[in-house]
């Protein structure tokens, strides 16, 4: 299959990166996964504007100072903690870990809008898949954007969560 990546300069990226077949592994590994962003930084000039990661996978929105360098930003992180972490992997013919899923998902942002959208989802991600309110997910940029004024501390609580739902219901 083709994939069509675009690389339109001065443009932001969401990206998923997603580990093979789910395994949970990022946040009892959080330290490795930091250094191998530490290190991916130190090798590629990239910004990060909202993150979190979650047991087996993570989205972020960067923004490369080099549009086309972020494929080897992704790989750079993927490979760095594969070798830095305590994880037993195995390779593939192609010299791939079995770690990470082979691909990663890639969305352009296009507008203010689709922005926002996307750094809702990134924080939303902890009631998604654990039913933790986003100020207490730790592994997230989401406390960071409440520090800036971006959000209420409260944004997205369970209260919040159940009338949404009931709303639905009718």
């Not at 130190?42 to 960067?62: G, L, T």
């Not at 989802?121 to 309110?133: E, G, L, R, T, V």
Request: hydrophobic content about 35%; charged content about 25%; glycine content about 2%.
């Amino acid at each position: 299959m083709n994939y069509k990546r675009l690389f339109i300069p001065d443009t932001l990226l969401f990206i998923t990166v997603v580990t093979k077949g789910r395994k949970n592994i990022l946040i009892s590994n959080i330290q490795f996964l930091k250094e191998a962003f530490s290190k991916t930084k130190q090798k590629y000039s990239f910004e990060i504007i909202a993150i979190v990661v979650n047991q087996d996978h993570f989205h972020m929105i960067i923004k490369p100072e080099n549009i086309n360098e972020y494929p080897k930003i992704i790989g750079t992180i993927k490979r760095t903690f594969t070798k830095i972490s305590n994880i037993q992997y195995s390779l593939n013919k192609n010299g791939e870990s079995d770690i990470w899923q082979r691909r990663y998902w890639e969305h352009t942002i296009m507008s203010e809008e689709d922005l926002y959208r996307h750094i809702d989802y990134i924080h939303y991600n902890s009631m998604k898949h654990y039913n933790i309110a986003p100020k207490d997910w730790t592994y997230s940029s989401f406390n960071k954007f409440v520090k800036n004024g971006y959000y209420d501390i409260n944004w997205c609580n369970f209260g919040d969560k159940y009338r949404i739902n009931d709303l639905h219901l009718e």
